[in-house]
């Protein structure tokens, strides 16, 4: 536990598979101060459903702030510099920043922040993550909003997976050993928050791209 102030503290890391998983790192006002920093931002950069580079669109919309964004079209997954809408992506926020601060263990600054927006009935697949240049930098997730049914695999793809529910305010580093781990989102749990009042999960990722 460490102080936060006056008498809270924040929770301690779970090792789940190497993953460090930090329940309720946010108290529910920190989490409220995200979505309000977050919808600022959403209105500069606009959530898009990306397709698939085999023609799919994904069920989950996004976004990002940062130096640089993640897209994803018919040309395949990758960084870029701006939104497909062509604007530069909107700086991340303090509040944000502040998080990967305190988990990270970097020296670095994230040059990326993806905002993953899940409605009903969205998912994302085991996948790694691999397009940044630096494994020795973690990712950073922060999940905000309804519960999601996070599963964590192997450094290849198959064999036996482990799944833990992702609550609004858990964060989780994947770094370390633990990096290259697949790792998918199999539903989130409609109703299970009431942090956003259209409902559905937020899922930010932080990374350092170069
Ligand atoms: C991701 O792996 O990009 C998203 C993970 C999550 O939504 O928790
Ligand atoms: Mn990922």
Redesign the pocket.
């Known amino acids: 536990m460490t102080q936060i102030s006056g008498s809270q503290t924040r929770p301690s890391a779970q090792d789940v598979r190497g993953f460090q998983h930090y329940p309720g790192w946010l108290t529910p006002p920190e989490q409220a101060a995200l979505v309000k920093d977050l919808r600022a931002l959403a209105a500069q950069a606009p959530l898009f459903s990306p397709m698939t580079p085999y023609g799919r669109p994904m069920s989950v919309r996004m976004t990002s702030a940062g130096r640089f964004g993640w897209v994803s079209d018919r040309r395949g997954y990758r960084y870029s510099q701006t939104h497909p809408e062509g604007m530069a992506w909107p700086a991340i926020p303090q509040s944000i920043l502040d998080v990967w601060q305190a988990v990270s263990g970097s020296a670095r600054v994230p040059e990326c922040c993806?905002i993953?927006f899940?409605g009903e009935g969205a998912k994302?697949g085991m996948?790694q993550?691999r397009d940044e240049a630096d494994f020795a930098e973690p990712v950073v997730?922060i999940?905000l909003g309804d519960d999601?049914l996070?599963r964590i695999g192997n450094e290849t793809r198959g064999g036996k997976t482990q799944s833990l529910w992702?609550r609004s305010g858990d964060v989780?580093v994947m770094g370390g050993a633990a990096r290259l781990l697949y790792?998918?989102?199999d539903r989130i749990a409609p109703g299970t928050s009431t942090l956003l009042p259209q409902g559905g999960r937020i899922?930010l990722?932080l990374r350092v791209v170069t």
């Open positions: 993806l993953n899940y994302m996948h993550d997730s999940s999601g996070f992702l989780m790792h998918g989102v899922n990722t």
